[in-house]
């Protein structure tokens, strides 16, 4: 039985710390991506969604409490730990008052990580627009399943993984590439290729499931999740 491991975002511009927490997550089995600056942490933010968020609080293009506070005016929901060498008690009181769920001080053990992390997870999860509506279909993000009118539309865990990412950024062109770090991260050991394989299994499934749904390929640019208007 296929079993849904959670999925971390790490954002820490220290390489050293971050591949350590990167790989800490990974031989637990979480799905982990890593990216160093707000910029590009909001870019995975746009386009995924997460259980844990590990932050660092001063990153190259801002401070990393800053972009939470902004990320929880607009809606963000994700648990969060702060990592950082500031351990004052009013410096607490701010990562806290910006959205953080928990705090973490630099350098900590293993042990306080592993409790910190068991924690959070351990709360029920809050989960905003749980289904996406996409032309006549439905994508359910909590049970991972595609739903058509005359039933689901069997997708495995990975093709799910392709087809949600797509949902979420209707219209817009991806190249295979950019599906595979966004649908998987940067720990996925799976290929371009492949990515393109499982597009065209999607395909032919959507094609037995829905009339309004496809996948459209833009020769030498990449795919994009396209629905049919009421009109056509």
Same mark, same amino acid.
């Given at each position: 039985?296929?079993?849904?491991?959670?999925?971390?975002?790490?954002?820490?511009?220290?390489?050293?710390?971050?591949?350590?927490?990167?790989?800490?997550?990974?031989?637990?089995?979480?799905?982990?991506?890593?990216?160093?600056?707000?910029?590009?942490?909001?870019?995975?933010?746009?386009?995924?969604?997460?259980?844990?968020?590990?932050?660092?609080?001063?990153?190259? *293009?801002?401070?990393?409490?800053?972009?939470?506070?902004?990320?929880?005016?607009?809606?963000?929901?994700?648990?969060?730990?702060?990592?950082?060498?500031?351990?004052? /008690?009013?410096?607490?009181?701010?990562?806290?008052?910006?959205? #953080?769920?928990?705090?973490?001080?630099?350098?900590?053990?293993?042990?306080?990580?592993? #409790?910190?992390?068991?924690? /959070?997870?351990?709360?029920?999860?809050?989960?905003?627009?749980?289904?996406?509506?996409?032309?006549?279909? /439905?994508?359910?993000?909590?049970?991972?399943?595609?739903?058509?009118?005359?039933?689901?539309?069997?997708?495995?865990?990975?093709?799910?993984?392709?087809?949600?990412?797509?949902?979420?950024?209707?219209?817009?062109?991806?190249?295979?590439? #950019?599906?595979?770090?966004?649908?998987?991260?940067?720990?996925?050991?799976?290929?371009?290729?492949?990515?393109?394989?499982? /597009?065209?299994?999607?395909?032919?499934?959507?094609? *037995?499931?829905?009339? #309004?749904?496809?996948?459209?390929? =833009? =020769?030498?640019?990449?795919?994009?999740? =396209?629905?049919?208007?009421?009109?056509?």
């Amino acid at each position: 039985m296929w079993v849904l491991m959670p999925k971390v975002l790490i954002v820490e511009d220290d390489k050293f710390q971050n591949q350590t927490l990167a790989s800490w997550f990974s031989k637990r089995g979480y799905s982990v991506d890593q990216c160093y600056n707000c910029a590009d942490a909001q870019t995975f933010l746009r386009v995924s969604t997460y259980d844990l968020i590990m932050l660092d609080w001063e990153l190259p *293009d801002g401070e990393g409490v800053k972009m939470l506070n902004e990320q929880r005016h607009k809606g963000l929901v994700t648990p969060v730990i702060i990592l950082t060498g500031k351990s004052t /008690i009013d410096d607490k009181e701010i990562g806290f008052d910006c959205g #953080a769920d928990d705090y973490l001080t630099k350098p900590f053990q293993e042990r306080e990580l592993d #409790a910190r992390v068991k924690a /959070i997870l351990r709360r029920p999860p809050t989960y905003v627009d749980s289904e996406i509506k996409v032309g006549d279909l /439905i994508v359910c993000q909590t049970e991972r399943v595609v739903r058509a009118k005359d039933g689901t539309v069997a997708l495995t865990p990975k093709e799910f993984e392709v087809f949600l990412f797509l949902s979420r950024n209707l219209g817009t062109v991806f190249s295979p590439e #950019a599906i595979l770090m966004r649908a998987w991260g940067t720990d996925s050991e799976t290929t371009s290729d492949n990515i393109r394989k499982y /597009i065209q299994r999607i395909r032919t499934k959507l094609q *037995d499931g829905s009339r #309004a749904v496809s996948i459209v390929n =833009h =020769h030498g640019l990449g795919y994009s999740l =396209h629905v049919e208007s009421e009109e056509s």
